[in-house]
């Protein structure tokens, strides 16, 4: 079990910064190493348990740094912002002050699939990020290179087991009841530009070998990936002229629910522009194959995020899109989006200057390719705690995951759990009924994964009811009862929230004309309000033409206080818009979960089975999973919740 080192000098720690009336000793409640986006959740979000907390990281002026592209949230990444905000999370507030052009994705659809999405200045964020981690009370922060854990005999309910109980710098120790690894692409990470490789973690940075190797020893599974970044342009070299414009939205909509605006009016945000590749652009890299080691590597890319070489190989003969997106208000640099790539330096600049607007560019930094060590995430249980070695958490990258809001959302659920851990408490697990981080924990835990995991609206079953506006009634009440991450400030909002949602729904449940006269108040959705039906309020709101503006500018009282608050008024609208079906999935929620332990027959034959409503492609997918139960089918990805529906209840009556 003792694989690792059982140091037992100490000697004195190197550099402690941050809360001064944290005791400059080596002993903490919880340790976590790293501070990218997993780390800084994860520490910051311990110390708001309560727990005296130690954030090591190789660089403090590398906390928060942003490895990749200058933006965060998307579609279903969004919707995890917002629930690690709903957590008191960091990063929806720091990118609340940090965001240059805000922009909501999938705008289109309805609003349980939007995307919450903005460029962020590199800079700022990074500041800003710092700040808030350097003035967290209980949470301190010291430079070093973790080398090795601290292991020390199981606890006596837990034979077998060894526990961590520290972790080994460069010559000294710091003891701590638990610990959080978050080392991101560190993991004997080595990077690629053409043929040349060299052993890092990201540019500039060292990568992480003893670590990787003590992991290997005390029997971890590890697997590796691969990532890649694009190269940086001269902002004053590209030909914007010539380009598609995208400006952002106005009003912007703010990440973090206790803020009604950003730090920046739209007017003076920045914008995006378009671009495309074209025939020329696969022509080099096709020419140019053998001089790209990262290319030829079998390891797995980020599939949802591939590098342009690996889009020209799969889809010959396409344009892709190239957008053009600012690194920062004060910066010079412009970051290509979609054209990931590891040729060689010189090929690149070639590629580049043949698409337009970017025939004169100035590539300032190449991209490059990044190849690092992940551990199978079956070996963690969805406390995100190792079942391998007690009190020891993973989060981020280093579970095979892909981009920041993935690994902030690991990083705020295993501080969380790392400090009730320490004050033995049960566990706090959110369930994939209760929120994308519940899914996302549960497809790494129960399915693992052999290439960068993302999030995708696609992967929840119950997507309706998880929704980015909702996420602090899921999750802020649960943070702050049963575990204390959530400040009394953010409380009392989401209680405020809540209880002028319900006020309002049944204030518009209990007005009811006939649809003449509505059709008089409101004569915008005359041609919507069809029949000669009485309608209430709440359905006049349904209809896509009308919102509660238009409502209260019908009816001002007692409507017109419902739209003093924008974010109240457009969430009354999308509770509205979702009344029915959400009563109709509540329904099937509680079906699914009441029987999620429901045996299925052994010898069912999905392929050949009649009398149940089920895609051929969900039928194979039975087939080949053979799951045992009603729980473990509805995790099979592409088994929709409608077939579970249809499974379980054909299961319960041929029972
Ligand atoms: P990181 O943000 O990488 O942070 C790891 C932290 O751990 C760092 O602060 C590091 O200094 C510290 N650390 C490591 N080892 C030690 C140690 N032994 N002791 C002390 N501190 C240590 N995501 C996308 O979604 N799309 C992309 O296209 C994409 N491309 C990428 C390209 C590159 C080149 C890289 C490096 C990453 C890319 N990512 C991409 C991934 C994204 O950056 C990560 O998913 C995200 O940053 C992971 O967060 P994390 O906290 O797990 O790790």
């Known amino acids: 079990c003792v694989a690792a080192s059982l140091s037992k000098k100490r000697l004195p720690l190197a550099r402690f910064i941050g809360d001064s009336a944290a005791p400059v000793a080596a002993n903490f409640d919880v340790v976590v190493i790293g501070g990218g986006h997993a780390g800084t959740e994860a520490a910051a979000a311990a ?61 289109r659809k309805g609003p349980a699939v939007w995307g919450l999405r903005a460029q962020i200045d590199r800079k700022l964020y990074k500041q800003n990020m710092q700040k808030e981690i350097l003035n967290t009370p209980l949470l301190t922060v010291q430079e070093g290179a973790v080398e090795d854990l601290i292991l020390t005999e199981p606890e006596p309910e837990h034979t077998g087991k060894c526990r961590v109980s520290g972790v080994v710098l460069d010559g000294s120790t710091v003891h701590a009841e638990s610990v959080v690894l978050t080392t991101g692409t560190f993991l004997r990470g080595v990077i690629v530009i053409g043929l040349e490789t060299h052993p890092a973690g990201r540019l500039g940075d060292q990568p992480s070998i003893g670590l990787a190797q003590t992991l290997e020893k005390l029997g971890f599974v590890v697997g590796r990936l691969k990532t890649g970044t694009p190269p940086r342009i001269a902002r004053e070299s590209v030909n914007f002229s010539i380009l598609n414009k995208q400006t952002p939205d106005n009003p912007s909509i703010p990440f973090s629910f206790i803020n009604e605006t950003v730090w920046i009016k739209p007017e003076d945000q920045l914008p995006c522009y378009l671009t495309h590749t074209n025939p020329r652009v696969d022509e080099i890299v096709l020419e140019n194959l053998h001089l790209n080691s990262h290319i030829k590597e079998t390891t797995r890319g980020p599939r949802y ?100 809001e993935e690994a902030a959302a690991q990083g705020v659920i295993a501080g969380i759990n790392a400090s009730l851990r320490v004050k033995r408490k049960p566990p706090f697990v959110v369930s994939r009924t209760e929120g994308y981080i519940g899914v996302l924990i549960d497809d790494l835990t129960t399915l693992g994964t052999n290439e960068p995991y993302r999030m995708f609206t696609s992967r929840a079953e119950f997507r309706l009811s998880l929704r980015p506006d909702n996420a602090d009634s899921r999750l802020t009440f649960r943070g702050y009862k049963e575990v204390g991450c959530v400040s009394q400030q953010r409380y009392e909002r989401a209680s405020w929230m809540k209880s002028s949602l319900e006020e309002g729904i049944s204030v518009l449940k209990s007005i009811e004309f006939s649809s003449s006269k509505w059709k008089k108040l409101i004569p915008e959705a005359s041609i919507s309000i069809g029949k000669s039906l009485p309608l209430r309020a709440l359905d006049v709101l349904k209809y896509e033409e009308v919102d509660m503006k238009l409502l209260a500018k019908a009816i001002p009282e007692p409507l017109k206080k419902y739209i003093e608050c924008r974010e109240l008024a457009e969430r009354l609208k999308i509770e509205a818009t979702y009344e029915s079906v959400l009563f109709y999935q509540q329904q099937q929620i509680n079906e699914v979960q009441q029987d999620e332990a429901l045996q299925l027959p052994k010898d069912l034959d999905y392929l050949t089975l009649r009398d149940v409503s089920l895609s051929y492609e969900v039928r194979e997918k039975l087939h080949f999973s053979r799951p045992e139960t009603i729980g473990a089918a509805s995790r099979i990805p592409g088994v929709t919740p409608a077939a579970i529906i249809n499974l379980l209840r054909f299961v319960k009556t041929t029972q």
Request: hydrophobic letters at 35%.
């Open 305 to 404: 995020c591939p590098s342009i070489e690996s889009k020209v190989l799969r889809f010959p003969n396409r344009l892709h899109q190239v957008w053009l997106e600012p690194e920062g208000m004060d910066s010079d640099l412009i970051y290509p989006q979609g054209l990931s790539v590891t040729l060689p330096a010189e090929l690149q600049e070639k590629m580049i200057t043949c698409i337009k607007g970017l025939e004169k560019a100035k590539m300032i930094q190449p991209g490059y390719g990044v190849q690092y060590d992940y551990l199978d995430p079956r070996q963690i249980t969805p406390s995100l705690e190792t079942r391998l070695v007690q009190r020891l958490f993973f989060a981020g990258q280093i579970n095979g995951t892909t981009g920041y």
């Open 47 to 107: 110390a708001r348990c309560g727990s005296r907390t130690l954030l090591l990281t190789h660089r403090v002026d590398t906390i928060g740094q942003m490895s990749c592209n200058p933006s965060f949230g998307g579609i279903g990444k969004g919707h995890l912002m917002r629930e690690v905000d709903a957590l008191d999370g960091l990063c929806s507030r720091i990118c609340d002050q940090s965001g240059v052009h805000y922009k909501v994705l999938n705008r």
